[in-house]
């Protein structure tokens, strides 16, 4: 088969490695090792050197791969130019401290091993590069990708994607100084200058090429065509920095932060994710297929020594740089737990230094073995970690924790929403109790003159203590639609007297709240945006009472779209909203001999007032 002499793989063997990855993945993660760990177990499985299913990981890896170019597209679509500037002391200064000490470190480590100077040096280099996917996949489970020590992270990584380029070139300049093969090695200074050139490059098609190209295509009203030429820019730029000397991944970043202010940014991310993901797990179980088990088996005390000094060594020194650049205790420890394995760099650095004479194939081959092993124990290593550093308990000092409170009106969650909506009750004098779970919140509201206690409103419990028995009214303010409809299941069943009043996310969330049975439920940016809309019609010259008529009318049919909704479902009453694009209206092949019937009460009324309107000329 055509697909067999191309890639190795036929059809079966694809099944088997969804296979894999579909028993493997739930499982970890449900044991709480991840996503990652379980990849990476299924691919040792599968693999050579377990079943052998496959024979050929590097065929499978060299594929894969794309997952992690597609990963740091994405990750470039987050990061806008003036943002990726902001972090230029992290990416160049924490960045480059740490490539350079843990490099110094990690050869000396090897050459106290008995390595020659060259090949430990290499040997370090290698396992210096952290593992881009590795370290981005758990930081994007955990939702930390955007926080200021995700960015910081992303920074270090960006780097080491930078430093491909010198490692590289240092290769060619230790096999000239061992006599190795270099007759057809570029000078490093040719080298640098290359890569320069295809990043200048990058950034000019970026600029001036990439917001045209897509407007063109977009025009063609093809949605295949998008995501091909998604597909095209990505693995383009990819290749074409591959071919300057440098990483792949950091040329897919540098083409997402080039598009990130594109008005296309969004559906580019559409388009791409579907593949990143897959193709990154196909990456972790090419990784595992590729651990030589017959090698750790014969130099397994080397390995293990090897992985040991190599992780604890790299993460002290991570550690040591991240005090340096003020990182607090937590957060340095956190990130030489995440930091301590080598990368997938490694293979490529490796292979190039076999191939120049600078390493022999069997300390490469140990090599690889305690980078894969390293990456493989790093999410063992952060579980160990939190286990060891549990999240530090919340201060209380200065918030009560709701207990016996007795009002007439209970208002639960206190954000911007129930700050105003209290202020009226407050005015006339009505008894309020607020509980919110947000503690920095309770002491923000203390400050302006608010009372408000601790809790969590999802807890029955916690409703005792703060009332809802005896309350009149019940008002839900959370903003999680979610934490609302929790919240409202509780109430309904167990307070069943009490006035229950809901702040909805949006309409498929408040036709929820009607169908549970609340009092009254209102869209949080409702009634906001129509009064934003009545001052524009003003500023723009519409007389003060007919803006107000047509706000009227706007709350009208909406509120008989909303009926229809509650009967028909989300797609009832399209025809009540107003589009700035002509619509056609279908009509009946034959007219109807009988006019239509109301179901229910509800319907009559609507029904009624058309017939209303129809007639009002």
Known sequence: ???????????????????????????????????????????????????????????????AELGVVMFLFIIGLEMRPAKLWTLRREIFGLGATQVVLCCALLSGVAILAGLPPAAAVIGASGFVLSSTAVIMKMLDEQGETASDAGQRAISILL??????????????????????????????????????????????????????????????????????????????TALFMQWGGLSMAMGAFLAGVLLSESSFRHQLEADIDPFRGILLGLFFLSVGMSLDLSVVAQEWGMILAGVAAFMIVKALAIYGVARLFRSDHREAIRRAALFAQGGEFAFVLYAAAVSAGVM???????????????????????????????????????????????????????????????????????????????????????????????GDGTRLDVLRASGAGNAEAILVCVDKPDVADRIVELVKAEFPLAKLFVRAFDRGHSLRLVEAGVDFQIRETFESALQFSKRTLIEMGVDEVEAADLVKDARKRDNERFELQVAGGLQAGRWLMRGNMATPTPEPFSTPKKGGEALNPDAAEVLGREREDARTP
């Open 1 to 63: 088969m055509a697909a067999e002499a191309a890639g190795g793989a036929n059809l079966g063997q694809v099944v088997i490695l969804l296979a894999a990855g579909v028993a493997a993945v739930p499982l970890f993660r449900r044991l709480g090792l991840g996503s990652v760990l379980g990849y990476l177990a299924a691919g040792l499985a599968i693999g050579p050197f377990g079943l052998r299913l496959f024979t050929d990981p590097e065929a499978i890896l060299h594929v």
């Open 360 to 454: 022999d194939g069997r300390t490469s081959a140990g090599m690889t073995a305690i980078v894969i092993i390293s990456m493989a124990l790093t999410p063992l290593v952060v579980i160990a970690m939190k286990a060891a550093m549990p999240p530090p308990k919340e201060s209380f000092d200065g918030v009560e924790k709701a207990d016996g409170l007795q009002s007439r009106v209970l208002i639960i969650g206190f954000g911007r929403f129930a700050q105003v909506v209290s202020q009226p009750l407050l005015a006339k004098g009505i008894e309020v109790s607020t509980i919110e779970n947000d503690v920095e919140m309770i002491r923000a509201a203390a400050a302006f003159g608010f009372k408000v206690y601790y």
């Open 159 to 236: 780097l080491e994607d930078l430093a491909v380029v010198p490692l590289l070139a240092l290769v060619a300049i230790l096999a000239s100084f061992s006599g190795g093969p270099v007759e057809s090695t570029q000078p490093a200074w040719m080298s640098v200058l290359i890569a320069l050139g295809c990043i200048a490059a990058v950034v000019a098609a970026g600029r001036w090429l990439l917001n045209p190209f897509f407007q063109i295509l977009a025009g063609t009203g093809a949605r295949e065509i998008m995501t091909a030429a998604a597909l095209l820019v990505v693995l383009g």
